[in-house]
């Protein structure tokens, strides 16, 4: 197997160490950016990568290489083919594949059957309130995004930090935060070993709506009451949901109680990792497509030189 082919499929196993450098040092709105594009170009790819190992292998079958006029024999040796690896990573790209159809199917399922279930009540102001005693609340991007909030969770806050969680729900809403979401949840269904990364973008999605809570609020001390509270009577919402109680709260409650400080070197040095790993990723899975491409258009033409050849014979 061509060596630029492993490099898609290894590059995810730093998500972790990655995620440990990004967070802390990177303002949220950035980091959310940063964390989720680098989780699809990883994901993207890694399944690049197994795709064209699949196809180097498929193109030894006779059939194939009748249709892509080319001769089998020629490409025996090649070193980007190799049969028992095709055969492994188009066993591996069947697993990852179905997950993240299952995955897109449970978005589907969910999405539906929230939307009707939030459209048997009456909003006041986007805001659906939930009759029960189980405090909970969250956002939803389903007929142009609604807030669902339960009365229990309603009587376990305050006036001061009822706003304060309203206005972190809605920041999820008008920032578009649901796209980043599904974004990252399919790129962990796509390659497992980004769940790491795609945990930090979640963490940063969480923490950039704190920020705009609190600069709309004007109060950084009832935001991060709010969402202490929230999480201490409820729970996260369950499934594809973003929720003010989602996420490390301790971390996002000492990160509200400490003023913002700008670390501009450590911040650039953080976003240059994330770009960098990312970019040595795409840019390995791109040379070694270009590499097989070299490989087919050499035995097209050895194939066409020996047809050549037999029927000047």
């Given at each position: 197997?061509?060596?630029?082919?492993?490099?898609?499929?290894?590059?995810?196993?730093?998500?972790?160490?990655?995620?440990?450098?990004?967070?802390?040092?990177?303002?949220?709105?950035?980091?959310?950016?940063?964390?989720?594009?680098?989780?699809?170009?990883?994901?993207?790819?890694?399944?690049?990568?197994?795709?064209?190992?699949?196809?180097?292998?498929?193109?030894?079958?006779?059939?194939?290489?009748?249709?892509?006029?080319?001769?089998?024999?020629?490409?025996?040796?090649?070193?980007?083919?190799?049969?028992?690896?095709?055969?492994?990573?188009?066993?591996?790209?069947?697993?990852?594949?179905?997950?993240?159809?299952?995955?897109?199917?449970?978005?589907?399922?969910?999405?539906?059957?929230?939307?009707?279930?939030?459209?048997?009540?009456?909003?006041?102001?986007?805001?659906?309130?939930?009759?029960?005693?189980?405090?909970?609340?969250?956002?939803?991007p389903g007929r142009g995004g609604r807030i669902a909030?339960?009365?229990?969770?309603?009587?376990?806050?305050?006036?001061?930090?009822?706003?304060?969680?309203?206005?972190?729900?809605?920041?999820?809403?008008?920032?578009?935060?649901?796209?980043?979401?599904?974004?990252?949840?399919?790129?962990?269904?796509?390659?497992?070993?980004?769940?790491?990364?795609?945990?930090?973008?979640?963490?940063?999605?969480?923490?950039?709506?704190?920020?705009?809570?609190?600069?709309?609020?004007?109060?950084?001390?009832?935001?991060?009451?709010?969402?202490?509270?929230?999480?201490?009577?409820?729970?996260?919402?369950?499934?594809?949901?973003?929720?003010?109680?989602?996420?490390?709260?301790?971390?996002?409650?000492?990160?509200?109680?400490?003023?913002?400080?700008?670390?501009?070197?450590?911040?650039?040095?953080?976003?240059?990792?994330?770009?960098?790993?990312?970019?040595?990723?795409?840019?390995?899975?791109l040379d070694a497509a270009t590499d097989l491409h070299?490989?087919?258009?050499?035995?097209?033409?050895?194939?066409?030189?020996?047809?050549?050849?037999?029927?000047?014979?």
């Amino acid at each position: 197997m061509d060596p630029d082919v492993w490099v898609p499929l290894v590059l995810p196993l730093a998500a972790w160490p990655l995620a440990r450098v990004v967070a802390p040092r990177v303002p949220p709105r950035a980091a959310s950016w940063l964390l989720t594009t680098g989780c699809l170009v990883l994901a993207v790819a890694g399944t690049a990568a197994l795709m064209l190992q699949v196809f180097a292998g498929l193109i030894l079958v006779p059939a194939v290489a009748r249709a892509g006029h080319w001769s089998p024999e020629a490409l025996h040796g090649v070193e980007s083919v190799n049969v028992p690896a095709s055969i492994g990573c188009g066993l591996l790209l069947a697993v990852l594949g179905g997950a993240f159809a299952r995955t897109t199917v449970r978005y589907a399922r969910w999405n539906r059957e929230l939307t009707r279930e939030l459209d048997g009540h009456r909003p006041a102001s986007g805001v659906v309130i939930l009759h029960g005693k189980e405090p909970v609340a969250f956002s939803a991007p389903g007929r142009g995004g609604r807030i669902a909030i339960s009365s229990g969770m309603l009587d376990a806050l305050g006036p001061a930090e009822r706003d304060a969680l309203l206005a972190h729900e809605r920041a999820h809403l008008r920032l578009g935060h649901h796209r980043f979401l599904i974004a990252v949840t399919l790129a962990a269904a796509l390659n497992p070993l980004l769940r790491p990364l795609c945990s930090a973008a979640r963490f940063a999605l969480e923490r950039w709506a704190d920020e705009a809570a609190a600069q709309q609020i004007g109060d950084r001390t009832v935001v991060a009451t709010a969402v202490a509270k929230a999480a201490l009577a409820g729970r996260a919402e369950p499934g594809f949901a973003l929720a003010a109680t989602g996420g490390p709260v301790p971390r996002r409650v000492s990160a509200l109680l400490t003023a913002p400080t700008r670390r501009l070197p450590a911040a650039l040095l953080s976003a240059t990792l994330v770009l960098g790993v990312t970019g040595w990723s795409a840019q390995t899975a791109l040379d070694a497509a270009t590499d097989l491409h070299q490989h087919l258009e050499t035995a097209q033409d050895l194939t066409m030189q020996v047809r050549s050849t037999a029927s000047d014979e």
